[in-house]
């Protein structure tokens, strides 16, 4: 290990918290591909990740690695985990605006929850407490960090419509927050400023919202079991929808359908699904994924963005597509 790797590992130690070496992190995302992290920490409060943030080395955060293309050389300096406070969940009533409390007493207010909550694990709450608001995150694998900044949805809506404003930690160790209006949602997009780290988000939670909400939740449901391929290794949708048209039926209408890069293969099912048959690299994901970019703009003239996000160490000029 380098100096420097093992001073950062001391600090983190010396900070409560137990750094991994090389962590192998093909063992983390949907895709199962990719090389190791350096250092790879479970934060678990500000404190520690303002600790993690002062070692002035690289630092990705890891959501749920379900939206992450981790290259085959990995990820160098600190990949981090949010655990322990970032995963908790608190609500505040419109008629106390500064305690928390682990209930709603009124028919409407904020939740206030941690960056590192599974999207799942929010609905679930809100759905014991009979409370909507988190609609729009049914079936999206990811953690509330990285729902805001990708501003996740689906056709029952948007993250962002829910958002009242955000807490997150600057590369400098300092704590911001953004109003949803500062964040400027548009469709699989904000502007959180580059190398921030989303901690908590404040959401707005209803009652009233609930019962239609879980009715357009459970038909979405069942739209993604019968239209995309939930039984294999995959990223979700590959690339982002273009204006007025679908990535997948742009990738079909170009034959793409079952095509192959080494154990990378383009769903039979769903064309914007990327899945891994098994032995895929990083490499023949990426392969793939350029293929589609290249063959739907040579035959359309429509070049498609990629939703899923790139980490790691990449040859120069792969990334952006
Ligand atoms: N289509 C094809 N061929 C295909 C796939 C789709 O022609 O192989 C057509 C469909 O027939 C439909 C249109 O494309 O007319 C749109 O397809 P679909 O309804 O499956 O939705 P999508 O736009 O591909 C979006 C989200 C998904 C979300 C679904 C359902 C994006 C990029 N994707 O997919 O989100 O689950 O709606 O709400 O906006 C994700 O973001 O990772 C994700 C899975």
């Known amino acids: 290990m380098s100096w420097e790797l093992a001073g950062a590992s001391l600090k983190l130690i010396m900070a409560g918290m137990e750094p991994v070496k090389d962590a192998p992190m093909a063992k983390y995302g949907y895709w199962r591909v990719g090389g190791p992290a350096d250092l790879l920490v479970d934060v678990h409060d500000e404190a520690q990740l303002a600790a993690v943030m002062d070692t002035d080395l690289p630092v990705t955060v890891l959501g749920n690695g379900s939206n992450l293309l981790v290259s085959d050389a990995g990820i160098r300096g600190i990949v981090v985990r949010l655990r322990g406070t970032f995963r908790e969940l608190s609500y505040r009533d419109p008629s106390n605006s500064s305690g928390l409390s682990s209930h709603l007493s009124s028919e409407a207010g904020l939740a206030l929850v941690g960056a590192g909550m599974m999207n799942s694990v929010l609905l679930a709450r809100l759905d014991k407490a009979g409370l909507g608001g988190a609609g729009s995150l049914a079936g999206v694998p990811g953690t509330i ?21 955000v807490r997150a930690m600057l590369p400098n160790g300092s704590v911001t927050n953004l109003t949803a209006d500062q964040l400027a949602f548009r469709y699989r997009h904000s502007t959180l400023p580059d190398g921030a780290i989303v901690t908590r988000v404040a959401i707005w939670v209803s009652q009233l919202s609930y019962a239609e909400e879980r009715s357009a939740v459970e038909e979405h449901v069942a739209y993604r079991k019968s239209t995309q391929p939930l039984d294999q290794p995959s990223c979700g949708s590959t690339f982002k929808n273009p204006p007025g048209d679908s990535a997948g039926r742009l990738i079909e209408a170009a034959g793409l359908k079952g095509a192959r890069e080494g154990g990378a293969m383009i769903s039979e099912k769903h064309a914007n699904f990327f899945v891994n048959t098994g032995s895929a690299t990083a490499n023949d994901i990426y392969t793939l ?33």
């Open 145 to 165: 960090g990285g729902a805001v900044k990708m501003n996740a949805g689906t056709r029952v809506g948007e993250f962002g419509d829910a958002v009242a404003f």
């Open 289 to 321: 994924i350029k293929r589609a970019r290249d063959t739907v703009y040579e035959q359309f003239e429509v070049l498609l963005e990629p939703e899923v996000r790139a980490a790691g160490e990449w040859p120069d000029g792969c990334w952006p597509l």
